[in-house]
């Protein structure tokens, strides 16, 4: 990927990010009320944006933060797919070896 299309990507993605944490943090809702999802839905795209980040801002992507954001992704998702074991899965990336993920291409 080219520098500037990098940076460009980065400026439109650090904009939709402080536009869905600021939306985030003004949300009212609390756990088990009637918008708890819709909260999470902005708490999903908070994170999703922060892979977005971290996949485009260097030449490598770091396996432990790919770790740590796809782990908060699929325990978020878990909310919204309860009949697809997503936690199993979640905790299944985190507890592996950092060792077999850096095979990983970027």
Avoid: C
């Amino acid at each position: 990927m080219e520098n500037t299309d990098r940076k460009e990507i980065l400026t439109l993605v650090n904009q939709a990010h402080s536009l869905v944490e600021k939306l985030y943090l003004q949300d009212p809702a609390v756990k088990g009320s009637a918008d708890w999802l819709n909260k999470r839905r902005l708490l999903l795209a908070d994170l999703s944006l922060h892979l977005v980040q971290a996949s485009v801002a260097g030449e490598q992507m770091r396996p432990e933060l790919l770790k740590r954001y796809l782990y908060s992704v699929l325990t978020i998702a878990q909310d919204f797919l309860p009949e697809i074991n997503l936690s199993h899965t979640a905790e299944q990336l985190i507890t592996q070896e950092t060792n077999q993920v850096s095979g990983m291409p970027n």
